[in-house]
C-alpha cells in the first residue's frame, strides 16, 4: 500500500530518502518517486514500477519527499504517481480523498489543468491556489475542504528547508536523528535512519523544520508530543537466502516462545474490569486477522461462556452494531494500520465499549486508540503473506481467553499450563515439511482446492485456503466439512483436491466421512491429523501426521504445514511469495 518518507536533512536528501522507500517496497505498490528541493525549485523523478527505477544521479538538495504509490485511482503508470506537482507545491499522499471528484470538477471549471486521474492531485491544487505566502496555512486552508483520509508531506519552493505534513484517518510518523528530521507513514521505513519517533493524531499538523519538528494544531497552536525510541519490533529485517515468507515461517517457534514470554509478563489488571463484567465481546478484524478472530470467539464462548460476536472490520463499521458501554471490542491487526479494523474500533469506542488491541506494532494507531493493547512479539513481518503473525495473534487470543476465563470464575483453562509446549511443537510440525513438498509438486497445476474442518479447525482451514489463493492463486475455499454435501459436493470430481485438518477426536469421524464422501466422487484426498489411525485408517490419499499438543492448541500448529504448502506452491509455480500481485502488506485504505 502506498508509503510516504521525507526528509530534512543536513546532506543531500536523495539517497535517504531512496533507501527509505525501498524499506516500504515490502508493503506492495506500482510505482514510486522523488521530489527534492533545490535552486531550481522542485526537481521530480516518478516512475511506474519498482523504487530501482529511481536510481540515477540524485538530485542535489537537502530537503526532499518520496513516495510508493499503491493504485487506487487511476492506474499505474509514470503521471499518476507522486510527487505530485502544483507551481512552488509538491506532495505526497496516502489515503483516498471522497470527495475529490466534485473537488476536481470545480478546480477544472475555474482553469486547472490535471496532469494525472489520480484524487491527490487536488490537494496540491487546492494548496497552491489557498497560498498567499504563508504554507503552513495554504496547507490547512486545502484539507479543510477534504473527506476522506489522508497524510500528506508537503514542499513548497518558497520554505527550503521545510516539509508540512497534516494527518487524518491514514498514519503518519515523525522521527528524529541526529543528522535529520523525518516523516513517514511506516517506523520501518526510518530503520537504521531515525533514533526517535512521534505518531501524529487525526487532525494534526507538523512542519519540520530548520533542527526542530513542531506539532500544530489547525488553528496553529502548538501541541505537546512525545518522541520515544523506536521499538525493537520495528528493527530492520532481511532475508539472506530464500524469502522473506519462508523465514518467518522458520521464526515461528521463536515467535512463539518470545510472545508467550511477554504475555507473562503483561499486567492485565487495568483491563480486568472489562474482561470480568463485559455482558458481551465482541471481535473484528480482516483478512488473516479474521480467522484468528474467529478462532477467538470459539475459544472464548466455550471456555469463559460469554457470547463473542465476531465480524469482519469492514462490515462491522456499518452495520450500526449492538454494542454498547457494558461491552468489550477485541481488534486484532498485525500492522495496527488496517483502515477498517481502525475504524471499526473507533466506532466501537465511540458507543462506549471497551476497546482491546491485539497488535504486532506497539506504536500503531490501533495501539494508541485502544484501552487496552496486547503486542505480540513476532518481530517485523514483511511477506505480505501473514504466517508467523498468525501463530502469534492465536497465542494471544487464547492467552486473552485464559485471562476472561480467569477474571470471570477464579480458573484457568487447563491447557493454559501448556502453553510453554507450543514453540518444540511448532517446531516438530516442521517436521511435515519434506511430505508438504512432495504433495505441493504433485498439486501445483491444479485449479482450485477445497480445504475442510469441523470446530476449530474449520478456522484452520479458512486460513490454509486464503494463504493459497493469496500468493500461489489458485482458488481455495476452506469451510465446515459438514457442508459440504449442501452444494459444494457437485463440484467435485475425478482428481479434485480435498483436504481436510482434523484435530478433534470428537468430531474425527465426522470429519473423515465428508472426505470418504468426497473420495466417492473422484476427489484426490488429503488429511492433516496428529491422530496416526486417521492417517492409516481413513480413506485419504495423502497424510500428514501433526505434532501431539493438547487437542485446544492444536489450531496454533496444525496451520503450519498449509503455510508451508502455500508458499512451496507459490514457487513451484514460479511466483514471489513475498509481493503477490494486487496485493498489500498493511491495508491502510477503505
Ligand atoms: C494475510 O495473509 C493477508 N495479507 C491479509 O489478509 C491481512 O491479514 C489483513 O489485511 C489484515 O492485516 P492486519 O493484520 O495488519 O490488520
Known amino acids: 500500500m502506498c508509503g510516504i518518507v521525507g526528509c530534512v536533512s543536513a546532506e543531500n536528501c536523495y539517497e535517504k530518502i531512496f533507501t527509505a522507500l525501498t524499506r516500504l517496497e515490502y508493503r506492495g505498490y506500482d510505482s514510486a518517486g522523488i521530489a527534492v528541493l533545490n535552486a531550481d525549485g522542485v526537481s521530480v523523478r516518478k516512475k511506474k514500477g519498482y523504487v530501482s527505477n529511481l536510481k540515477g544521479k540524485p538530485f542535489a538538495g537537502d530537503t526532499g519527499i518520496g513516495h510508493t504509490r499503491w493504485a487506487t485511482h487511476g492506474k499505474p503508470s509514470d503521471a499518476n504517481a507522486h510527487p505530485h506537482v502544483c507551481g512552488k507545491f509538491a506532495l505526497v499522499h496516502n489515503g483516498i480523498v471522497e470527495n475529490y471528484a466534485a473537488l476536481r470538477a470545480a478546480l477544472v471549471s475555474e482553469g486547472e489543468t490535471f496532469f494525472s486521474e489520480t484524487d491527490s492531485e487536488v490537494i496540491v491544487k487546492l494548496i497552491s491556489r489557498a497560498y498567499t505566502g504563508d504554507f503552513f496555512s495554504a496547507v490547512v486552508q486545502a484539507c479543510g475542504q477534504l473527506k476522506g483520509s489522508y497524510a500528506i508531506a508537503v514542499l513548497c519552493a518558497d520554505y527550503p528547508r521545510e516539509i508540512v505534513c497534516a494527518r487524518q484517518g491514514s498514519p503518519l510518523i515523525a522521527g528524529a536523528s541526529r543528522d535529520a528530521l523525518y516523516v513517514c507513514s511506516d517506523v520501518p521505513a526510518l530503520c537504521g535512519a531515525a533514533e526517535y519517533i512521534c505518531p501524529a493524531c487525526d487532525g494534526e499538523f507538523f512542519r519540520i523544520g530548520e533542527g526542530e519538528i513542531c506539532f500544530l494544531d489547525k488553528a496553529g497552536r502548538q501541541i505537546e508530543k512525545t518522541f520515544v ?20 515461517i522458520a521464526e515461528i517457534p521463536r515467535a512463539l516462545a518470545d510472545t508467550l514470554e511477554s504475555l507473562q509478563k503483561t499486567d492485565f489488571a487495568p483491563c480486568a474490569r472489562a474482561l ?9 478484524a480482516c483478512g488473516t486477522a479474521l480467522n484468528a478472530a474467529q478462532a477467538f470467539k470459539d475459544a472464548a464462548e466455550s471456555e469463559a461462556r460469554c ?31 488496517t483502515a477498517d479494523t481502525l475504524e471499526a474500533a473507533r466506532l466501537a469506542k465511540a458507543r462506549g465499549a471497551y476497546v482491546l488491541a491485539v497488535t504486532n506494532i506497539a506504536q500503531s494507531s490501533l495501539a494508541a ?8 512479539r513476532a518481530g517485523p513481518e514483511i511477506a505480505v ?3 508467523k503473525s498468525y501463530n502469534c495473534q492465536l497465542l494471544c487470543l487464547y492467552y486473552l481467553t485464559a485471562q476472561i476465563k480467569f477474571y470471570r470464575v477464579q480458573e484457568f483453562p487447563d491447557w493454559f499450563c501448556r502453553l510453554g509446549e507450543l514453540p518444540a511443537a511448532a517446531e516438530s510440525a516442521f517436521g511435515c515439511f519434506p511430505q508438504i513438498s512432495v504433495l505441493a509438486a504433485k498439486l501445483k497445476n491444479e485449479r482450485a482446492m477445497f480445504y475442510l474442518g469441523r470446530g476449530a479447525d474449520v478456522r484452520t482451514a479458512a486460513e490454509g485456503a486464503l494463504k493459497l489463493r493469496e500468493i500461489a492463486y489458485i482458488f481455495a475455499e476452506g469451510y465446515a466439512a459438514g457442508e459440504l454435501k449442501h452444494g459444494t459436493l457437485a463440484l467435485v470430481e475425478d482428481g479434485f483436491p480435498v483436504l481436510a485438518v482434523s484435530t478433534s477426536e470428537k468430531l474425527a469421524a465426522k470429519t473423515e466421512n465428508a472426505l470418504a464422501e468426497a473420495k466417492a466422487r473422484g476427489a484426490f484426498t488429503v488429511i492433516l491429523s496428529q491422530n ?3 492417517i492409516s485408517e481413513s480413506c485419504a490419499d495423502f497424510g500428514c501426521l501433526l505434532p501431539a499438543l493438547p487437542e485446544k492448541l492444536m489450531p496454533l500448529v496444525s496451520v503450519i504445514p498449509l503455510q508451508y504448502f502455500a508458499c512451496r506452491m507459490c514457487l513451484l509455480r514460479g511466483f514471489d511469495p513475498d509481493k503477490p500481485r494486487n496485493l498489500a502488506k498493511s491495508v491502510t485504505v477503505e
Open 276 to 284: 470480568r463484567q463485559a455482558e458481551r465481546i465482541f471481535a473484528a
Open 307 to 337: 457470547p463473542v460476536f465476531c465480524f469482519a472490520a469492514s462490515e462491522f463499521r456499518y452495520r450500526d452494531p449492538l454494542i454498547g458501554e457494558k461491552d468489550l471490542f477485541v481488534a486484532v491487526s498485525q500492522s495496527g494500520e
Open 532 to 534: 496416526e489411525r486417521a
Open 385 to 387: 503473506a501473514a504466517t
Open 369 to 376: 486508540l485502544a484501552d487496552f493493547a496486547i503486542v505480540m
Open 229 to 248: 525510541r523506536v521499538a525493537p519490533e520495528n528493527r530492520a529485517a532481511s532475508v539472506s537466502a530464500g524469502t522473506f515468507m519462508e523465514k518467518e
